[in-house]
């Protein structure tokens, strides 16, 4: 019997994952004066945020179905392309070059068959995540050989969410709890927490499960913090190198996920609220992508319809204070930040073109 709930578990989750995947390909119609606050936006007025302009730095047309960016220290940008074959590109940050494609369809080395997500090597170089392979894979952009080493992930309970933390990785995965697997770069566990899961005890556990697993992870590069930001509520909560609590973020806008009584009488998860979709961490600081909006039913009203877009980036220091806010002129689906350069590159989310902004990144307090 316990066998039965843990197998539907991670089926019910694989499904919410395939449908958030295919979803983001049917944003919302676009915003008619760029810059422009959506009626249904929170209001960040009293933030006192600076606007800042992107520059279009590569098309959505050249590449395919773009999906996960990230920011190699090699001084290139890797994008995710979820139409596949191939499922990499590369591209010079200076005018939007074409450097490399890679990665074909299938199992073998440097094959991928869903990249899931992106994440820099401090050396140089990034980890890809295949959430269907459960595999995490270097990639080089200036090598002869882009492909480096293979870890394969714990099975059991399945890590589907997976971000980094110094040279290793943690992963979120949820059997009869949620929790929380710390790795080293051979894929070696070195520590397991309680992790992460939205709702009260009284909340069943598949519910919980849905809301909460739209989670995503950044880690600071020395490998001392955590932040677990949520996409189904208004909260990112920082942890140590074991995954420990340190404390939640002072977010603008707090919620705790919505959950409510059914038609039946049943509590559930009673909608997605797209809050922070998209995070990138520096040792001082993390930046994370807000939107406020909900998602809202299609003009057949048979299927959600997501509002996968953010028009808002928070910076908190590692303490959780709020240090600045920024408002972009397009909306943004994914980040990638160049710290030290104070560049973010980001993927649009009308289009999928990536385009690059000027960041003032904030100065650490001396503590």
Known sequence: ????????????????????????????????????????????????????????????????????????????????????????HNVAPGQGDLIRSMGLNGEGPGDYRNVWDIFPIHSGGVWVHDNTLSRLTQQFARDSNPTGRIVDLPGSPRLLVVGPTGTGFVGWSVDTAARLTFMDSLGVVRARSEGPLLGADTVPLRQR?????????????????????FASAGRIELRDAFGSMIGVADVPFPSAGDFGIDAEGNLIHKRVKRYYFACDASNDFLLAAFSGMDERMNPEGTAWRTTNLGWHLHAFDWDGRLVATWQTDIPVTRIAWDADGGKLYATEAETGSVYVFDIEVPRAEVR
């Open 209 to 229: 499960m849905v809301a909460t697993a739209q989670l995503k992870i950044c880690g600071s590069p020395d490998g001392g913090r955590v932040a677990i930001a």
């Open 1 to 88: 019997m316990k066998l039965t709930r843990v197998v539907g578990a991670v089926c019910l989750l694989a499904i919410v994952f395939t449908f958030l995947s295919c979803s983001d390909e049917r944003p919302d119609a676009p915003v008619d004066q760029p810059g422009a606050l959506p009626d249904d936006l929170l209001d960040h007025s009293h933030l006192e945020q600076r606007k800042i302009s992107g520059r279009l730095l590569a098309t959505g047309e050249s590449f395919g179905n773009l999906g996960a960016i990230a920011w190699d220290r090699d001084g290139v940008i890797w994008i995710g392309d979820r139409s596949g074959d191939p499922f990499l």
